[in-house]
Protein backbone atom coordinates (compact mmCIF):
# COMPACT_ATOMS: atom_id res chain seq x y z
CA UNK A 1 0.00 0.00 0.00
CA UNK A 2 2.74 2.26 0.97
CA UNK A 3 4.21 1.86 -2.30
CA UNK A 4 1.23 2.88 -4.50
CA UNK A 5 1.03 6.28 -2.21
CA UNK A 6 4.43 7.23 -2.86
CA UNK A 7 4.95 6.49 -6.24
CA UNK A 8 1.61 7.69 -8.48
CA UNK A 9 1.21 4.58 -10.84
CA UNK A 10 -0.51 5.21 -14.41
CA UNK A 11 -4.42 4.86 -14.51
CA UNK A 12 -6.16 3.45 -17.66
CA UNK A 13 -9.99 3.64 -17.25
CA UNK A 14 -11.68 4.83 -20.65
CA UNK A 15 -8.76 4.19 -22.96
CA UNK A 16 -8.26 6.97 -25.62
CA UNK A 17 -6.98 5.75 -29.10
CA UNK A 18 -3.59 7.45 -28.05
CA UNK A 19 -3.34 5.53 -24.68
CA UNK A 20 -4.42 2.53 -26.83
CA UNK A 21 -0.98 2.37 -28.12
CA UNK A 22 0.98 2.73 -24.95
CA UNK A 23 -1.29 0.67 -23.25
CA UNK A 24 0.22 -2.73 -22.09
CA UNK A 25 -2.33 -5.68 -22.76
CA UNK A 26 -1.14 -8.70 -21.35
CA UNK A 27 -1.47 -12.08 -23.78
CA UNK A 28 -4.60 -13.11 -21.89
CA UNK A 29 -5.96 -9.55 -22.88
CA UNK A 30 -5.02 -10.19 -26.65
CA UNK A 31 -6.29 -13.58 -26.95
CA UNK A 32 -9.99 -11.80 -25.15
CA UNK A 33 -10.36 -8.81 -27.27
CA UNK A 34 -9.53 -10.84 -30.77
CA UNK A 35 -12.19 -13.73 -29.12
CA UNK A 36 -14.58 -10.75 -29.10
CA UNK A 37 -13.44 -9.15 -32.66
CA UNK A 38 -13.64 -12.47 -34.27
CA UNK A 39 -16.71 -13.29 -33.01
CA UNK A 40 -18.11 -10.29 -34.15
CA UNK A 41 -16.47 -11.02 -37.88
CA UNK A 42 -18.22 -14.50 -37.89
CA UNK A 43 -21.28 -12.68 -37.31
CA UNK A 44 -20.98 -10.59 -39.45
CA UNK A 45 -19.89 -12.75 -42.35
CA UNK A 46 -22.62 -15.30 -41.81
CA UNK A 47 -25.60 -14.34 -43.89
CA UNK A 48 -23.09 -12.50 -46.43
CA UNK A 49 -20.44 -15.17 -46.83
CA UNK A 50 -20.47 -18.38 -45.41
CA UNK A 51 -24.22 -19.16 -45.75
CA UNK A 52 -24.69 -18.50 -49.66
CA UNK A 53 -21.44 -20.38 -49.74
CA UNK A 54 -22.60 -23.62 -48.02
CA UNK A 55 -25.65 -23.01 -49.59
CA UNK A 56 -24.03 -23.31 -53.31
CA UNK A 57 -21.65 -26.11 -52.13
CA UNK A 58 -24.87 -28.31 -51.18
CA UNK A 59 -27.30 -26.98 -53.71
CA UNK A 60 -26.54 -29.03 -57.04
CA UNK A 61 -23.30 -30.11 -58.55
CA UNK A 62 -23.27 -26.91 -60.87
CA UNK A 63 -23.71 -24.85 -57.87
CA UNK A 64 -20.86 -26.42 -56.33
CA UNK A 65 -18.33 -26.16 -59.34
CA UNK A 66 -19.25 -22.36 -59.40
CA UNK A 67 -18.76 -22.25 -55.68
CA UNK A 68 -15.40 -23.86 -56.26
CA UNK A 69 -14.63 -21.15 -59.06
CA UNK A 70 -15.34 -18.33 -57.00
CA UNK A 71 -13.18 -19.74 -53.91
CA UNK A 72 -10.58 -19.92 -56.34
CA UNK A 73 -10.02 -15.98 -56.81
CA UNK A 74 -6.90 -15.07 -54.59
CA UNK A 75 -9.09 -11.91 -53.01
CA UNK A 76 -11.74 -15.31 -51.96
CA UNK A 77 -9.07 -16.97 -50.52
CA UNK A 78 -7.79 -13.95 -48.77
CA UNK A 79 -11.38 -13.54 -47.31
CA UNK A 80 -11.59 -17.20 -46.65
CA UNK A 81 -8.19 -17.08 -44.96
CA UNK A 82 -8.98 -14.27 -42.23
CA UNK A 83 -12.44 -16.32 -41.87
CA UNK A 84 -10.81 -19.89 -41.40
CA UNK A 85 -8.32 -17.31 -38.85
CA UNK A 86 -11.70 -16.11 -36.78
CA UNK A 87 -13.22 -19.41 -36.47
CA UNK A 88 -9.67 -21.32 -35.22
CA UNK A 89 -9.42 -18.37 -32.74
CA UNK A 90 -12.80 -17.85 -31.36
CA UNK A 91 -13.30 -21.92 -31.04
CA UNK A 92 -9.71 -22.47 -29.19
CA UNK A 93 -10.09 -19.53 -26.92
CA UNK A 94 -13.80 -20.77 -26.22
CA UNK A 95 -12.63 -24.49 -25.45
CA UNK A 96 -9.85 -22.36 -23.09
CA UNK A 97 -13.01 -20.51 -21.03
CA UNK A 98 -14.77 -23.86 -20.85
CA UNK A 99 -11.91 -25.39 -19.06
CA UNK A 100 -11.97 -21.89 -16.74
CA UNK A 101 -15.68 -22.87 -15.82
CA UNK A 102 -14.28 -26.06 -14.71
CA UNK A 103 -11.89 -24.00 -12.25
CA UNK A 104 -8.71 -25.51 -14.09
CA UNK A 105 -6.18 -23.07 -14.41
CA UNK A 106 -7.20 -19.69 -13.25
CA UNK A 107 -4.40 -18.80 -11.41
CA UNK A 108 -2.46 -16.01 -13.32
CA UNK A 109 0.55 -17.55 -14.31
CA UNK A 110 -1.11 -20.88 -16.10
CA UNK A 111 -4.06 -18.22 -17.60
CA UNK A 112 -0.77 -16.40 -19.07
CA UNK A 113 0.48 -19.77 -20.65
CA UNK A 114 -2.93 -21.43 -21.67
CA UNK A 115 -3.40 -18.16 -23.38
CA UNK A 116 -0.02 -18.78 -25.56
CA UNK A 117 -1.08 -22.19 -26.03
CA UNK A 118 -4.22 -20.18 -27.66
CA UNK A 119 -2.60 -18.35 -30.24
CA UNK A 120 0.00 -21.18 -30.70
CA UNK A 121 -2.48 -23.77 -31.57
CA UNK A 122 -4.95 -21.38 -33.53
CA UNK A 123 -2.34 -19.48 -35.65
CA UNK A 124 -0.59 -23.40 -36.27
CA UNK A 125 -4.04 -24.41 -37.80
CA UNK A 126 -4.83 -21.22 -39.87
CA UNK A 127 -1.28 -22.06 -41.50
CA UNK A 128 -2.37 -26.02 -41.94
CA UNK A 129 -5.68 -24.36 -43.33
CA UNK A 130 -4.23 -21.73 -45.26
CA UNK A 131 -1.24 -24.44 -46.98
CA UNK A 132 -4.40 -26.32 -48.16
CA UNK A 133 -6.35 -23.31 -49.18
CA UNK A 134 -3.87 -21.79 -51.49
CA UNK A 135 -2.82 -25.81 -52.85
CA UNK A 136 0.15 -26.74 -51.30
CA UNK A 137 -1.37 -29.89 -51.31
CA UNK B 1 -38.43 -14.90 -1.18
CA UNK B 2 -37.50 -18.55 -0.65
CA UNK B 3 -35.23 -18.71 -3.79
CA UNK B 4 -32.72 -15.79 -2.31
CA UNK B 5 -29.64 -17.10 -2.00
CA UNK B 6 -26.18 -15.54 -1.05
CA UNK B 7 -23.31 -15.52 -3.02
CA UNK B 8 -19.72 -15.36 -1.46
CA UNK B 9 -20.61 -13.55 1.79
CA UNK B 10 -22.25 -9.97 0.23
CA UNK B 11 -23.96 -10.49 -2.51
CA UNK B 12 -27.92 -11.11 -2.00
CA UNK B 13 -28.55 -12.81 -5.53
CA UNK B 14 -32.54 -11.63 -6.42
CA UNK B 15 -34.36 -11.06 -10.01
CA UNK B 16 -35.79 -13.21 -13.13
CA UNK B 17 -31.94 -14.89 -13.59
CA UNK B 18 -31.95 -14.12 -17.32
CA UNK B 19 -28.18 -13.94 -16.74
CA UNK B 20 -27.71 -16.81 -15.63
CA UNK B 21 -29.84 -18.15 -18.53
CA UNK B 22 -27.53 -16.49 -20.87
CA UNK B 23 -24.29 -17.63 -19.14
CA UNK B 24 -25.72 -21.36 -19.32
CA UNK B 25 -27.08 -21.17 -23.13
CA UNK B 26 -23.74 -19.43 -23.92
CA UNK B 27 -21.96 -22.53 -22.81
CA UNK B 28 -23.99 -25.18 -23.88
CA UNK B 29 -24.76 -23.78 -28.03
CA UNK B 30 -20.84 -23.71 -27.51
CA UNK B 31 -20.37 -27.34 -26.59
CA UNK B 32 -22.95 -28.41 -29.20
CA UNK B 33 -20.96 -26.47 -31.83
CA UNK B 34 -17.52 -27.72 -30.76
CA UNK B 35 -19.34 -31.29 -31.11
CA UNK B 36 -20.59 -30.47 -34.38
CA UNK B 37 -17.57 -29.20 -36.27
CA UNK B 38 -15.73 -32.37 -35.29
CA UNK B 39 -18.54 -34.41 -36.40
CA UNK B 40 -18.17 -32.77 -39.98
CA UNK B 41 -14.37 -32.30 -39.95
CA UNK B 42 -13.86 -36.05 -39.38
CA UNK B 43 -16.89 -36.89 -41.53
CA UNK B 44 -14.99 -34.68 -44.47
CA UNK B 45 -11.70 -36.45 -43.45
CA UNK B 46 -12.99 -39.59 -43.35
CA UNK B 47 -14.73 -39.70 -46.88
CA UNK B 48 -12.99 -41.82 -49.30
CA UNK B 49 -12.99 -39.66 -52.18
CA UNK B 50 -14.35 -35.83 -51.43
CA UNK B 51 -16.98 -34.32 -54.27
CA UNK B 52 -20.35 -32.74 -54.47
CA UNK B 53 -22.16 -36.04 -53.28
CA UNK B 54 -19.92 -36.81 -50.16
CA UNK B 55 -20.51 -33.22 -49.41
CA UNK B 56 -24.09 -33.03 -49.86
CA UNK B 57 -24.11 -36.69 -48.12
CA UNK B 58 -22.58 -34.83 -44.99
CA UNK B 59 -25.55 -32.79 -44.34
CA UNK B 60 -28.49 -34.94 -45.86
CA UNK B 61 -28.00 -38.76 -44.59
CA UNK B 62 -31.02 -40.42 -42.96
CA UNK B 63 -30.49 -43.21 -40.44
CA UNK B 64 -33.94 -45.30 -41.43
CA UNK B 65 -36.70 -42.34 -42.45
CA UNK B 66 -35.40 -39.59 -40.05
CA UNK B 67 -33.30 -36.60 -42.07
CA UNK B 68 -30.42 -37.23 -39.39
CA UNK B 69 -27.96 -35.00 -41.63
CA UNK B 70 -30.28 -32.32 -41.91
CA UNK B 71 -31.65 -32.30 -38.26
CA UNK B 72 -28.09 -32.16 -36.99
CA UNK B 73 -26.93 -29.17 -39.11
CA UNK B 74 -30.54 -27.51 -38.28
CA UNK B 75 -29.66 -27.90 -34.61
CA UNK B 76 -26.39 -26.50 -34.65
CA UNK B 77 -27.47 -23.65 -36.71
CA UNK B 78 -29.85 -22.53 -33.86
CA UNK B 79 -27.16 -22.71 -31.09
CA UNK B 80 -25.00 -20.77 -33.94
CA UNK B 81 -27.49 -18.06 -33.94
CA UNK B 82 -28.35 -18.10 -29.99
CA UNK B 83 -24.84 -17.92 -29.35
CA UNK B 84 -24.54 -14.55 -31.64
CA UNK B 85 -27.02 -13.16 -30.19
CA UNK B 86 -25.95 -13.21 -26.65
CA UNK B 87 -22.68 -12.14 -27.94
CA UNK B 88 -23.22 -9.76 -30.32
CA UNK B 89 -25.63 -8.02 -27.41
CA UNK B 90 -23.10 -7.70 -25.07
CA UNK B 91 -21.02 -6.09 -27.49
CA UNK B 92 -23.42 -3.45 -27.48
CA UNK B 93 -24.40 -3.51 -24.01
CA UNK B 94 -20.57 -2.49 -23.89
CA UNK B 95 -19.59 -0.33 -26.13
CA UNK B 96 -23.19 1.78 -27.21
CA UNK B 97 -24.59 3.86 -23.86
CA UNK B 98 -27.33 5.60 -25.84
CA UNK B 99 -29.94 3.17 -24.82
CA UNK B 100 -31.83 4.46 -28.67
CA UNK B 101 -28.70 3.06 -30.52
CA UNK B 102 -29.03 0.20 -28.55
CA UNK B 103 -32.29 -1.20 -29.09
CA UNK B 104 -31.85 -0.30 -32.79
CA UNK B 105 -28.71 -2.35 -33.05
CA UNK B 106 -29.98 -5.21 -31.17
CA UNK B 107 -33.27 -4.98 -33.35
CA UNK B 108 -31.04 -5.28 -36.33
CA UNK B 109 -28.80 -8.28 -34.78
CA UNK B 110 -32.36 -10.25 -34.25
CA UNK B 111 -32.98 -9.46 -37.69
CA UNK B 112 -29.73 -10.56 -39.14
CA UNK B 113 -29.65 -13.98 -37.29
CA UNK B 114 -33.17 -14.41 -38.04
CA UNK B 115 -32.87 -13.62 -41.55
CA UNK B 116 -29.24 -16.29 -41.64
CA UNK B 117 -31.82 -18.44 -40.04
CA UNK B 118 -34.48 -19.07 -42.52
CA UNK B 119 -31.84 -18.80 -45.43
CA UNK B 120 -30.05 -21.33 -44.08
CA UNK B 121 -32.99 -23.70 -43.19
CA UNK B 122 -34.76 -22.74 -46.97
CA UNK B 123 -31.07 -24.25 -48.24
CA UNK B 124 -31.05 -27.03 -46.31
CA UNK B 125 -34.60 -28.04 -46.30
CA UNK B 126 -35.37 -28.15 -49.96
CA UNK B 127 -33.19 -30.52 -50.67
Known amino acids: MSDSASKPRPQFRNLSAAQLLSYHLPLAGKSSILHRVSGALLFLSLPLILVPLFAASITSPESYAAMREWVAHPVCKLILLVLIWGYLHHFCAGIRYLVFDLHIGTEKASMQKSAGIVFGVSLALTVVFGLKLFGAW | ?127
Request: proline share 1%.
Open chain 2, 1 to 127: MTTQQRLGTKRLVVGAHYGTLDFIVQRCTAVIMAIYTLIVFFGFLFSSEMNFEAWQHLFTFHLGVLPVGQLLATLAFFSVAWHAWIGVRDIWMDYVTSAGLRLFLQVLTVLWLVGSIVYFAKVLWSL
